[in-house]
């Protein structure tokens, strides 16, 4: 038996793996994903790094500015996409190193008591269980993902070229970061957002201050939009930052009777579930 279970192997799961092991608890990690979660594969890590290829490309267009003279900058997608890769890959394997003493189960669990996972038709009991699976993109029902024009955030990372024009649908953090980002590549972008201004929980001059810089930069902002009325067939790709939302499918909490609360998994102050023994951790609760 161990002492503790941990499902998922994002940030919230494996800090929380190497503090067990530090505390000398047997510990199991298990992920049918990647090592890393959200925000190594598919968030803050991949996303600053295409960033900062963009800031050298636009730096490289105003070189004469400087008094430097370079002849046509253009870009190498293929070579962008390669550096991304090669920084998630080392970072990846510099958490594995890390976790020599735990136990990594690279499938697929569920529970199936407050003591009890299973995986790959094997039981594996713990005294206690942590649920850190973090969260995925939030799909609207009239733009479904089809990973080909209607793309999610997870997809945007992934593109083998630069659209030509892109739709950015929902203007918050996630969709502002993606719009400023092929802006900068070359792309032909526009955001929409369905309320008045875009970055909607900020206060009121930040988001004055981003849509002025957008526009210097030719991206059309269009607030208070309704998806529905707006032509798709004139963008390329339509990119759905609306959000993300709790990854728990499959996990069997509802079996188990453990309470959400909006699709989320509620924690006390101590991040305990409703059932003893189990706990939960990260976008899966919802709770910074």
Known sequence: MYDLVIIGAGWAGFNAALRAKELGLAVCLIDSNQIGGTCLNYGCI??????????????AKKSSNFGIEL????LNWAAIQGKKDKVVLQLK???QSKLRGIDFINLPARIVSAREVKVDGRII???????ATGSRPIQL????FDAKKIISSDDALALTRIPQSLLVVGGGVIGCEFASLFSALGASVAIAEKTPTLLPTEDREVSRKLETIFKKRGIKILT?????????ENYEKV???????PQLDGLGLAALGIELINNKIAVDDYLKSSLDNIYAAGDCTGKV
């Open 239 to 245: 990119l759905v930052c609306v959000g993300r939302s």
């Open 224 to 232: 208070e939009a309704d998806v529905c009325s707006l032509d798709l």
């Open 71 to 74: 002849d046509n900058p253009t």
């Open 46 to 59: 991949p996303t600053k790094t295409l960033i900062a290829s963009a800031k050298v490309f636009s730096l």
């Open 125 to 131: 009991e713990a005294k206690f269980i942590l649920i």
């Open 141 to 144: 029902g009239q733009l479904p």
């Open 93 to 95: 394997q510099g958490m």
